[in-house]
């Protein structure tokens, strides 16, 4: 059992299926207080029952007040986990960006606003945001998904450097493939990156249970992510020639 989260209030939004699902499971079993947010009520309402939690349907950029108060008034860890793969190029519509940037950045800092006041005020808090390794390589025929997974992680990285002193705690995860409807979603280009090496979202929170117990930022459920994002960093030119050598064979199996 994980010290940290026994009988720890916590909100995990998404969480009606995939990894969010598994985080709230995950959570439970250590001995934690669980709110389980989905917009579909339903699938919150499965998740909450199995596993002795309370379902908050909605959306999760607006349900921290209500989260709270069905915890009792205080939330010690939430989970910005709900995400939109939104796929397309540049040309996609200004509708699926907008989207994109609401639920992928614009919600975790909401979250934050209602969060921290207290947690600043009280000295702890634990914010763990679902990114993707996308927010920090990138991923072929998805630029609204890619763009703001940076910014989730941009966020997040924020928050941990600007408040670490003052007792949050945050955690980015960053994984490749997991096998959820999300990654069915992503079509030809998911079956060429990402499949191949897609793992449980059970593996995913284990990967930050690992990483809480350590007292790590950045969680990698697939740990040669690391690898992948050192040769970015240090050798840009050499790794966008790898991905685009990645785009082309994608661009010639359609």
């Given amino acids: 059992m994980v010290e940290a989260v026994q009988d720890a209030g916590v909100v995990v939004t998404g969480a009606g299926g995939g990894i969010g699902a598994a985080l709230a499971r995950r959570f439970a079993a250590e001995g934690a207080r669980v709110v389980v947010n989905d917009l579909d009520a339903a699938k919150a309402k499965a998740v909450a029952d199995e596993i002795g939690g309370i379902a908050v349907p909605g959306d999760a950029s607006a349900i921290v007040a209500e989260a709270r108060d069905a915890l009792g008034g205080t939330v010690d860890v939430y989970c910005a986990n709900a995400g939109v793969a939104s796929g397309g190029s540049e040309a996609a519509g200004e509708n699926v960006w907008a989207l994109a940037w609401d639920v992928n950045v614009m919600a975790h800092v909401r979250a934050a606003q209602e969060l921290l006041p207290a947690w600043l005020e009280r000295g702890s808090g634990r914010f763990i945001s679902t990114v993707s390794a996308a927010g920090l390589l990138t991923m072929i025929g998805a630029a609204p998904y890619s763009v703001t997974k940076h910014g989730a992680y941009a966020f997040a990285e924020w928050l941990s450097l600007t408040y670490r002193h003052r007792g ?62 050192q040769v970015r960093a240090g050798e840009p030119d050499r790794w966008l020639a790898t991905m685009n050598h990645i785009q082309q064979k994608w661009e010639a199996g359609r």
Avoid: N
């Fill in 168 to 229: 949050l705690k945050v955690h980015a995860i960053c994984p490749q493939g997991v096998r959820t409807d999300m990654l069915d979603a992503t079509g030809s280009a998911g079956d060429l990156v990402l499949q191949p090496t897609a793992i449980e979202p059970e593996d995913v929170a284990e990967a930050l249970f690992q990483g809480i117990e350590e007292d790590r930022f950045l969680i990698l459920p697939h740990p040669e992510v690391a690898g992948y994002y």
